[in-house]
Structures are given as structure tokens and as C-alpha cells.
């Protein structure tokens, strides 16, 4: 909340301490493991994995927080940390080597069991953060390279084989407009396949290359709190993190074009201090897709979770958004009825994020060729939205401006829009005030250049 509006200082921790904690461990474990007596080839892959994990620690330092202190040795004595930051660059050199040299010695999957369950790093897992941080970086050639390397190891976007009864309960008749059946039935299949490819039943689905992983019933130790920080009140959830009008303009219209919002004065005449007139549901008609299975905007219906649900919005008091809006995506209605945290796994990285990765770093490198237009349209075809339209977006530089805008929209609230924000050093454009459906403003948010780095905790 601090960092959004720009209260920031030195009192902030933004991840510095628990990055150092893990590198602590990783370092011991490293320093160590050959006193184990152990199979060889198990000793090789654990050493592999635990040098991408700390790689992947390294990156999260050094893209939050510019030079920090490389450590790479187990240490006890305090002191020994006591060193000058490295620069940014050698950390990320580091980091980039490591996972090279940890790649080979890792499978594409496991079979489960006793060290080999499912979940551990894999080579995918490994190219996938490479990726990540080579574009991050502007490492334009590398990155895609890197995807490429994922792309060709049978991961694909999540699809539900088809539409059941209860996916066509959400009755949109007023909200989206229809030419036939088949358009209908591919909204309604790009609905169900965005929104469930988060659900517990589908976390080992072909999309999911590394997750956080959640189990039933753990009493907050290993459940994700999802059904908790997203949901509304009336739905037994804090509202603790909450889309913004800024966001839901992001979705595109349904021929996947931008979408041009109403001025917020005229949205708050619309909505009538909660008795929208006809004209307020007008900006949530015909829309992306992804708009209707990520946002719980007034009048959105959600059967998944009841049978006749309809979102309002609950102005006031602590556990209702302070936006006007809820997220439903990431939410698993099974364990917001059922348990306080959610037991479904988190991406952390997905296949999604791997083809809009490509689709960045090939239009650098070469502008929008047919590779490109291939990763962005398996994106949109998934969620039931129309192809790119390439007789309009034909340069370098409108796919560029329309990558950008879908990875804001394919990846929302996956944790990876600050990180973005900064490294197109955009955020002089892009953090501004917030307000609700009632222009009031919500939170008051300012931006200077220097937070593109977060400064050292003093702690």
C-alpha cells in the first residue's frame, strides 16, 4: 500500500531481508552437500535446483533494489556480509550463468514420490525464469531464445475440452452481444478456460511451469488466502486487494480493440450513489472476455460461487473494496465456500507469460513477424477473443503497444505489473490517483523516477 502511493523510505523492506534468508540457506546447503553421502545424480540435480532458486532470488534483489551484496559462499560470522554492493549487472551475470549451468542437470518433469515430487524445478522451470530475466533486462535475442526453448517442451495454454451446463449459467444476454451460436459457445469456452485454469481441479494442467503450492485445510501455513484478500464481504472475503478503474479500462472491447471509457464525472452520474441508471452498464458491454471472468463489476453474475449471484458493491466499512470492483480471477469459488484459505497452487510463472515473453522480445528484434502474431493470438484464442488485426497493428511499434497492454490484462494481479512498470519506465504515465465509481478518490499516489529502485531497509 506504501509503495503504490509512493510513501516510501527507508523503514521499507520490499523483500530485501527474505531474499537474503533463502540465499543464506541455498549457500549452506551448497557448501555442504558433499559431505552427504548420497546417489550421485540426485546429489546433481539437487545442486541444480537449489542454484536456480538462488538465481531466481538474486534477480528479485537486484531488478527491486539495483546493486546488492553477492554472496555466494556459506557463512557464519555476520561480518563476512559486510561488503560493498555488487553492480546490478553482475548480479544479473551471475544469475544468468548459474542458470545456464544448472539447466542440463534438470528434468523436463517428475513422477512424484519421495524426491521426485511433482512441483520441484525443472528444466522448463529454469528456461522460463532466464526468460524472464533476460527480458527484464532488454535482452532481446536471449530471451526469446529462452522462451523457444520452453515453447518446445509440450507446455500449452490451458483450454476446457468443452462447455459444460453450470459454465452457461453466467447469463451475459445483456452484457455481450451474439452474431450465432458458435460465437456464443467460444465466449462461453474462453470464459471457462481463462477463469478455471485456476482452480484447484486444473493445477496440473500443461500451462503451470512453477507454482506455489497450497493444500487443503492447512490453517493458514500452506493455503494462499486468496478467497480471503480478493473477495468481498458478502462473500466472506477483506477486499484487501482490489482492481482499480484503471485496470478494467485496460480490458479490451470485443473485437480486441482499445476500449474508450467515460470520463470518471460521467461514470459517477451513471452510477447514481448505487442506483446505476441504464447507461452505467453500457462500458461493460461487449468486452474482452477476460474482463467478465477477472472482475466482479456491478451486476457481473457468478453462479460458480451461488446459484443467482450478482455483484453489488458494498460501499463502506473495512471488508468491502474501496474501488467499486472485486477480482474473480485467481479465486477458486469451491474454497471461498469451504475454507478461509484457499488451497489451490499460485503461478508464479505460467505458460502464458512465456508466449508474451517471445512475442516482446521477437517484435524488438524484428518487429511483428508471423511468430509473434502466433504467440498473441494462442493468448487471445484461449479466452474466446478475436485474432490481432494486422492490417492495423503491423509495426514494431503498435505491437509493442499492444503487448504491453495484453500482458497487463493476461497476467493481472499475477504480481508482475510493478515489475513492467519499471523497466518500460512508464510509471510517470501510468501511477496516479485512484478513484472509486463515485469519484472519490480512493488513494492518493505519486511517482518520482528514483522509485524504479526501491532504497536499501535500514533494518
Known sequence: TAIS??????????????????????????????????????????????KVIRAFAYFELAKT??????????????ETTGIAPTPENEVIAFALAELASAVNDLPQSYAGGKNNETGRITSGAAWAIKSRIELHYAKWADAASSAQKVMGMGYQLFRVPAVTADDMKDDYAALVTFADEAEKEKFYKGLASYEQQFWKVNENSKELILVSQNIDNSPYAYGNGIGTMFVSSDLGGWSSITPT????????????????????AVRATNYNDGKPAADFYNEFKNRDTRLYASILFPSNPWNHFNEGYKFTWGRGGNNN??????????????????????????????????????AEAQNELSGPDAGVYAAINDIRDRAGMP??????????????????????????????????????????????STYDLT???????????RFNLMPYPQS
Do not use: C, H
Request: a positive charge; aromatic letters at 12%; charged letters at 30%.
Open 65 to 78: 533494489f539495483g546493486a546488492v551484496p553477492l554472496l555466494t559462499e556459506s557463512y557464519t560470522d555476520p
Open 321 to 358: 473494496s474501496k474501488t467499486g470492483y472485486n477480482f474473480r480471477k485467481l479465486v477458486d469459488p469451491k474454497f471461498v465456500k469451504e475454507q478461509f484459505d484457499g488451497a489451490q497452487d499460485f503461478a508464479i510463472i505460467r505458460y502464458a507469460e512465456v508466449l508474451l515473453s517471445y
Open 245 to 264: 478503474q484503471e485496470l478494467v479500462n485496460a480490458y479490451w472491447d470485443k473485437d480486441g480493440r482499445p476500449f474508450t471509457p467515460p470520463t470518471a
Open 387 to 432: 485474432a490481432v488485426d494486422q492490417a492495423v497493428v503491423n509495426t514494431k511499434e503498435t505491437m509493442r503497444e499492444l503487448i504491453r497492454n495484453e500482458r497487463r490484462i493476461e497476467l493481472a494481479a499475477e504480481g508482475q505489473r510493478l515489475a513492467d512498470i519499471r523497466r518500460w519506465k512508464i510509471g510517470k504515465d501510468v501511477i496516479k
Open 5 to 50: 502511493a509512493g510513501n516510501i523510505d527507508a523503514t521499507i523492506d520490499a523483500g530485501y531481508k527474505s531474499r537474503y534468508t533463502q540465499i543464506r540457506k541455498f549457500n549452506y546447503f551448497l557448501a555442504n552437500v558433499d559431505k552427504t553421502p548420497m546417489d550421485e545424480n540426485l546429489k546433481k540435480r539437487f545442486i541444480a535446483e537449489a
Open 439 to 449: 469519484n472519490s478518490i480512493v488513494q492518493e499516489r505519486v511517482w518520482q523516477d
